[in-house]
């Protein structure tokens, strides 16, 4: 389990494709600290530690991770959004987190308001029921707060994030553009209400049958 809070940036300094992608990560981590088999929220996916040295660490990634997650964004040189697993009486900052993608979406626009950066990002209809306005999405492994929803024409949405000076500063969305690929986490309570409401669906169509 995550919180959302971005706690490092790390970077992908080598790739070695295996069976499944090697991938070692850069970081600022005391990585003495992180145990082999540990668990890292890698730009909102959560991956385990594999190997690790002075000041990186590697994490396998499988067919379906790469399936499920953003394009391009297991490139050597890029760069990831990192948290360390929850602890038991650590600070919860953000929203509770599982670091399972629910979904990719796409950044529309990101332009300035005030001293804050003004984003968009396009979601499909697999994300678009989980979404509210003032309701927590994790974008790229960071805990937000949706600031506006609009729902687009064949079931998908476009949704609307404020991102504070100091949130940029601190996790990859300082340098977000347009066209970028996002991964999504819909608010863990949100799925489980989703869940509900399609057995509810289901249990009521059986009574109709």
């Known amino acids: 389990m995550f919180t959302g809070i971005i706690t490092d ?22 990585t003495d600290t992180i145990d082999l088999g540990a668990s ?14 002075a000041g990186w660490f590697a994490v396998d990634v499988s067919a379906e991770t ?28 953000g929203h509770i987190v599982t670091g399972h993608v629910d979904g990719i979406g796409e950044v529309v626009s990101a332009a300035p308001e005030g001293d804050s950066l003004r984003v968009v990002i396009a979601a499909g209809a697999e994300v678009a029921p989980y979404l509210a306005a003032k309701g927590s ?23 609307g994030l404020n991102i504070i000076p100091h949130t940029a500063a601190m996790t990859t969305l300082d340098r977000i553009e347009p066209g970028r690929a996002v ?21 009521a169509d059986v009574r109709h049958a």
């Open 66 to 93: 790469l399936s499920r997650t953003a394009h391009g964004q297991w490139n050597e040189g890029l760069r990831f959004n990192l948290e360390r697993a929850l602890k038991l009486g650590d600070e919860l900052g």
């Open 9 to 30: 940036i790390g970077r992908i300094v080598a790739v070695e494709r295996r069976g499944d992608l090697r991938v070692r990560i850069a970081c600022a981590y005391d």
């Open 183 to 203: 991964n999504l986490e819909i608010d863990v309570l949100a799925r489980y209400l989703g869940r509900m409401e399609q057995l509810r669906a289901r249990k």
């Open 137 to 159: 999405i994790t974008v790229d492994g960071i805990s937000l707060t949706v600031n506006d929803v609009e729902d687009l024409d064949g079931g998908g949405v476009r949704f």
């Open 40 to 53: 890292i929220a890698c730009s909102g996916v959560c991956l385990t530690v594999v190997d690790k040295g």
